[in-house]
């Protein structure tokens, strides 16, 4: 069973910084496109951003850019996802997500469709 961990998250005040890990258990990483998406309560869950197998691209939601920073680590099977600047619309249960299928580029690897692996989600709160 092909499975991914978020984790990093948790309470955070205004101007705050996280960073989100996403690992990958019982299956290698290195050949997945990952992307990472949010949803927050009563909203359609939203890409953020992805990356490409190797690294070597990496695309934002045009909301995100600037203070998203995506990026992977092979051998260690997992994806990153450093967040800065935080603002409490940033609230939402971030997840990640893998597909081998699908391809980061600029169009393309930020709609939640295009994933067939999830993980559990990992709760983000900006709160004072």
């Known amino acids: 069973q092909l499975q991914l961990a978020e984790s990093g998250g948790g309470l955070v005040q205004p101007g705050g910084s996280l960073r989100l890990s996403c690992t990958a258990s019982?299956?290698?990483?290195?050949?997945?496109?990952v992307g990472w998406f949010r949803q927050a309560p009563g909203k359609e869950r939203e890409g953020v951003s992805c990356i490409s197998s190797s690294g070597g691209y990496s695309r934002y939601a045009d909301s995100m850019k600037g203070r998203f920073t995506i990026t992977r680590d092979n051998a260690k099977n997992t994806v990153y996802l450093q967040v800065n600047s935080l603002k409490p619309e940033d609230t939402a249960v971030y997840y990640c997500a893998a597909d081998h299928t699908t391809f980061c580029a600029t169009v393309g690897g930020l709609v939640r469709t295009e994933y067939h692996y999830w993980g559990q989600g990992t709760q983000v709160t900006v709160s004072s």
């Open positions: 019982e299956f290698t990483l290195d050949y997945y496109t």
